[in-house]
């Protein structure tokens, strides 16, 4: 059983930046594709960004690319999600999953946190 654990939301203003927080446990961190997925109010939850269990390999939303940036300290079991220039279309709620493989497929994922919220104010 693998445990997730998101950190780091919170309320911002537009151009601001968040890092989100992700502390795994539960089996060996490495070996799991971490990603991340937002899910707005009354929008399907979507792709943001995913990293590979040595952190060689990214994938990212392709809208996000260039704001965005993941990043995984497996000494701490810990997956991050650098946000930079938020504007009011990141505000959801921010999911972290692990997976055995690297995808943009929510299905894909086996485990799931409980999700932090990020609002951003315009």
């Known amino acids: 059983q693998v445990q997730l654990v998101e950190s780091g939301g919170g309320l911002v203003q537009a151009g601001d930046s968040l890092r989100l927080s992700c502390a795994a446990s539960?089996?060996?961190?490495?070996?799991?594709?971490m990603g991340w997925f937002r899910q707005a109010s009354g929008k399907e939850r979507e792709f943001v960004s995913a990293i590979s269990g040595g952190g060689s390999s990214n994938r990212y939303a392709g809208s996000l690319k260039g704001r965005f940036t993941i990043s995984r300290d497996n000494a701490k079991n810990t997956v991050y999600l650098q946000m930079n220039s938020l504007n009011f279309d990141d505000t959801a709620v921010y999911y972290c999953?692990?997976?055995?493989?690297?995808?943009?497929?929510?299905?894909?994922?086996?485990?799931w946190g409980q999700g932090t919220q990020v609002t951003v104010s315009s």
């Open positions: 999953a692990a997976a055995k493989s690297l995808s943009t497929i929510a299905t894909m994922y086996d485990y």
């Open positions: 539960g089996r060996t961190f490495s070996g799991d594709v």
